[in-house]
C-alpha cells in the first residue's frame, strides 16, 4: 500500500557531492519519519541518518558535518544531501519510512536501494 521510490545514486569522486531523493506514495496517514540506510557486500546495513516529523535529524558520526538529512512535506519526499564524499561511503543507500496507514498503524518500509560508488 506504501511505495519508497529511491533516485539518485550515481559514481562520484572523493570529494565530491550527491542528492539522493525518496518519495513516499501511497494511501497513508502520516509519516512518523524518514531516513536512509547503507549496506556494502559482507557487512550488515547500517544506520546513515534519519528526520523525524517533529523536526529532529539524526546522523551516524561517520557522515556528521558531511551529510544533511532533509524533508519536503508538500511531496512526502526525504533528501539526503552528501558533501565531501569518501571511498568508505560507497554502498547502496536504502530509504526507509515509518509510517502510520489507516489500519495497522505505524509500519517500517524499505525502499529497493540506489547505489552509491565514491572513486579516488
Not at 529511491?6 to 570529494?15: I, P
Not at 501511497?26 to 519519519?33: D, L, M, P, S, V
Not at 550488515?44 to 529532529?56: C, H, I, L, Q, Y
Not at 543507500?93 to 502510520?100: A, E, F, K, R, S
Request: hydrophobic fraction near 35%; glycine fraction near 12%; charge should be neutral.
Amino acid at each position: 500500500q506504501v511505495h519508497l521510490a529511491e533516485f539518485g545514486g550515481d559514481l562520484v569522486q572523493v570529494g565530491g557531492s550527491l542528492r539522493l531523493s525518496c518519495a513516499a506514495s501511497g494511501k497513508f496517514f502520516r509519516i512518523i519519519y524518514m531516513g536512509w540506510y547503507r549496506q556494502t557486500p559482507g557487512v550488515a546495513r547500517e544506520f546513515v541518518a534519519r528526520r523525524t516529523g517533529v523536526g529532529s535529524s539524526n546522523y551516524a558520526d561517520s557522515v556528521m558535518g558531511r551529510f544533511t538529512v532533509s524533508f519536503h512535506v508538500a511531496d512526502n519526499t526525504v533528501y539526503l544531501d552528501m558533501d565531501n564524499l569518501k571511498p568508505e561511503d560507497t554502498g547502496v543507500y536504502y530509504c526507509q519510512g515509518n509510517i502510520c496507514n489507516f489500519s495497522t498503524g505505524a509500519t517500517d518500509y524499505w525502499g529497493q536501494g540506489t547505489q552509491v560508488t565514491v572513486s579516488s
